[in-house]
């Protein structure tokens, strides 16, 4: 059976090995260059698969002020609704913290726990999408929901995390309207699901008007009355005693019956630069403002945090996130700009650089057969058969996105390319080399060409599809890291598909190609060969 496949392989290499139809191994290898660069710019660009952990956090944020109490009805009835839902198993609130925004009363987190993956079919996404629908209604409070980052140490959230920053040191409420402003075209685009804004400008504050002219005729200075008052309303370390061998610090402050309401200010008394006593409200003026609870900085500027999860239901990619930030922060007024940070920022900066990396591989191998071969021309024959395996990878990883596994062209995408360059010039160079030897046995080209490569198929065959065997549980696996697993399984399996049942026919045709074309440019010709059509041809 296998020497029937053998003579029809044995025919199709000479059909194919003829001037005439040489055009149709050109073909496709142009075809396949098409489909390879085509569907690379189709197929959404990501970094790091989003990994299903089987864990989901859910930040809520109320209005400013809110009180505790009142925080804890709501997150109470949020992990009431995660509860019911299907395939989550634990669910555990905690009131008063936001991971994403900090410490206060109108912050809670609820985390659940979700059914190991062999139990349940449905996606942490896809129970983050309907509890961010079922909340969409709760018009007191905001929620984000996401899974855990799957590369620990790069932020707590995973998505595109964005740095909006102000340079131009100006009003920070004006700050927060360009980013209320930037967050709501983000989200007219369609590629986002949520987008998290840490910064809040309405939390209830207090603003301590000083009459500086009035503290001076009284003989103080500033200093004086804050520190007054800090003593009174806040606390201040004063002194040391010793007890039982050990040191102890002195704070010095009101008793709590003194300090409950802005009423009791009125009964803080300062010491006059005369020594009288003094109210202190004769000095300072308190009224209620609004503003943020902290301010945060990013490379020195003044910036605010934006957490963005892709919309992944519709098949969009963090790669299609940093596109429209991108395109969006082109619009922003002048003095305003934005960075990345944590992974996101690692995504932008290797992005740059898959290309060169990409280049400088065919580069290395070039350079190598060119140093075995001796030539400048016959390596080429072996870089011209890569595409064929390089579309194969994206054909597969196009079907695979569309089938809803969640693969993109991620960099474990890019890992397998890297990959099946040597591993498809493994093969070709087998071909070459045999085609090589038996040219200088005095072979005619054609005849070089077909007998190399029918003595190297069934070792070529037999280790392409053990490799292709090998890579089944990967492109099957299921569970924590089955994304990534399925990417590098599925686009290696593809690549190595096509470039082993294709190239087996392009490689051959290709040598005649570049070895027509060595033997026209060469001024020596083949050094062993003693074949009289070489030879007229030399002539």
């Known amino acids: 059976m296998f020497g029937a496949a053998t003579n029809k392989y044995k025919s199709s290499l000479q059909f194919l090995g003829k001037k005439k139809h040489r055009w149709i191994t050109v073909a496709i290898i142009a075809l396949s260059a098409l489909i390879f660069t085509g569907i690379s710019k189709i197929v959404p660009r990501d970094f790091v698969p989003n990994e299903d952990s089987g864990v989901i956090l859910g930040m809520m944020t109320l209005s400013p002020g809110t009180s505790l ?3 804890d009805t709501l997150v ?16 555990l609130e905690i009131t008063g913290v936001n991971f994403m925004s900090g410490v206060g009363s109108s912050y809670a987190t609820v985390m659940l726990k979700m059914d190991p993956w062999n139990e349940r079919k449905v996606t942490a996404n896809d129970i983050a999408a309907q509890l961010k629908q079922a909340t969409d209604t709760i018009k007191d409070a905001s929620f984000f929901f996401m899974g855990m980052p799957t590369l620990q140490g790069f932020g707590m959230a995973s998505g595109v995390s964005v740095q909006l920053q102000d340079r131009t040191g100006g009003d920070i409420g004006k700050f927060s309207d360009v980013a209320n402003k930037f967050v709501e075209d983000l989200k007219k685009t369609g590629n986002v699901m949520m987008v998290m804004n840490t910064f809040d400008g309405n939390f209830p504050q207090k603003e301590i008007i000083a009459d500086i002219p009035k503290i001076k005729e009284a003989g103080m200075t500033l200093g004086n009355v804050m ?5 009174y309303v806040g606390s201040m370390y004063v002194s040391n005693f010793n007890l039982y061998g050990k040191q102890f610090r002195v704070m010095v402050q009101a008793g709590p019956e003194y300090r409950k309401s802005m009423n009791d200010i009125s009964g803080i008394y300062v010491k006059t630069g005369s020594g009288e006593m003094a109210p202190i409200t004769e000095f300072i003026t308190i009224k209620d403002i609004t503003g943020p609870q902290s301010l945060s900085r990013f490379n020195m500027y003044s910036s605010m945090s934006l957490t963005i999860i892709p919309n992944y239901m519709k098949g969009k990619s963090t790669g299609d996130v940093i596109k429209s930030v991108d395109e969006l922060s082109k619009a922003l007024p002048s003095g305003y700009s934005h960075e990345y940070s944590g992974i996101s920022r690692e995504e932008v900066e290797s992005g740059n650089q898959t290309v060169l990396i990409f280049a400088l ?16 021309i016959l ?26 596994t969640g693969i993109m062209n991620n960099i474990y995408v890019q890992i397998s390319l890297i990959m099946l360059i040597g591993l498809l010039a493994k093969n070709a160079i087998l071909i070459v080399e045999y085609a090589i030897q038996r040219r200088q046995q005095g072979m005619s080209i054609i005849d070089a060409a077909v007998n190399g490569a029918v003595a190297r198929l069934r070792p070529i065959l037999m280790t392409s599809f053990a490799f292709i065997a090998g890579l089944i549980p990967l492109a099957l696996a299921s569970g924590a890291g089955a994304v990534g697993n399925k ?7 593809g690549g190595m598909l096509f470039g082993t049942m294709i190239g087996v026919l392009v490689i051959p045709s290709l040598y005649i190609i570049f070895q027509t074309l060595q033997d026209k440019f060469s001024k020596s010709g083949l050094i062993n060969s003693n074949d009289e059509v070489i030879n007229k041809q030399k002539k």
């Open 69 to 71: 109490e009142k925080t």
């Open 76 to 91: 109470k009835k949020i992990a009431h609704i995660a509860q019911n839902m299907p395939s989550v198993k634990n669910v």
């Open 227 to 231: 520190q007054t008052l800090q003593a």
């Open 361 to 376: 591989s065919l580069i290395f191998v070039y350079l190598l057969l060119a140093a075995l071969y001796e030539s400048y």
């Open 379 to 404: 390596p080429l024959a072996v870089i011209f058969s890569l595409p064929v395996g390089l579309a194969g990878v994206f054909i597969f990883v196009f079907i695979a996105m569309m089938s809803g």
């Open 487 to 493: 990417s590098i399984g599925i686009s290696a399996i």
